[in-house]
T-cell receptor, first 113, second 118 residues
Framework: SQKIEQNSEALNIQEGKTATLTCNYTNYSPAYLQWYRQDPGRGPVFLLLIRENEKEKRKERLKVTFDTTLKQSLFHITASQPADSATYLCALDGASSASKIIFGSGTRLSIRP | GAGVSQSPSNKVTEKGKDVELRCDPISGHTALYWYRQSLGQGLEFLIYFQGNSAPDKSGLPSDRFSAERTGGSVSTLTIQRTQQEDSAVYLC????????????????FGAGTRLSVL
């Protein structure tokens, strides 16, 4: 069955460093991979989307890579700030109009001052 | 408002009672999802509506759970004979679901309904 794993439940890093979160998947060939941010008491908010034929996507301090051979996406936050502390979720989307999106369980990121 | 609206924001009920949770998606969005999220956990898929197609109910945990979407817009998730393990945040999301292959399925979430079953 389809499976998504995010590298760890929690990640704690020093302000100013680069945070790297990992999303691995099996038994799936997504056409797109998405990343979301979720703050406590709120619904997830979309951040970035990357297509299967794209290697890398950037948005301000965010960078996402997508390796369909390794079946892995990496999500980087450069020059991290305490305000970046949140849970980050990856999600897979197939090519079919009938396919539904599948979410990972998330990684809770804490940036300490 | 322009976003996904869920009501109520909080619901406290007694074990055995039925509850209805409502979701108003973004106007024009054809796809609507319901998820359940327990404290500190990821999103558990419940049900998916896409246009006029039959809904994907594969995530519903038991026959006590049902959902409908009227007129391709508002959706109601109903939980009958609630149990304590049903306590969680229920999130609704809608997406434009552009037609054709390689569709973009960016999801816009509501703030959720926090259900507490005593």
């Amino acid at each position: 069955s389809q499976k998504i794993e995010q590298n760890s439940e929690a990640l704690n890093i020093q302000e100013g460093k680069t945070a790297t979160l990992t999303c691995n998947y099996t038994n799936y060939s997504p056409a797109y991979l998405q990343w979301y941010r979720q703050d406590p008491g709120r619904g997830p908010v979309f951040l970035l989307l990357i297509r299967e034929n794209e290697k890398e996507k950037r948005k301000e301090r965010l960078k996402v890579t997508f390796d369909t051979t390794l079946k892995q996406s990496l999500f980087h936050i450069t020059a991290s700030q305490p305000a970046d502390s949140a849970t980050y979720l990856c999600a897979l989307d197939g090519a079919s109009s009938a396919s539904k999106i599948i979410f990972g369980s998330g990684t809770r990121l804490s940036i300490r001052p | 408002g322009a976003g996904v609206s869920q009501s109520p924001s909080n619901k406290v009920t007694e074990k055995g009672k039925d509850v209805e949770l409502r979701c108003d998606p973004i106007s024009g969005h054809t796809a609507l999802y319901w998820y359940r999220q327990s404290l500190g956990q990821g999103l558990e898929f419940l049900i998916y509506f896409q246009g006029n197609s039959a809904p994907d109910k594969s995530g519903l945990p038991s026959d006590r759970f049902s959902a409908e979407r009227t007129g391709g817009s508002v959706s109601t998730l109903t939980i009958q004979r609630t149990q304590q393990e049903d306590s969680a945040v229920y999130l609704c999301a809608s997406s434009p679901r552009l037609a054709g292959g390689g569709a973009k399925n960016i999801q816009y979430f509501g703030a959720g309904t926090r259900l507490s079953v005593l």
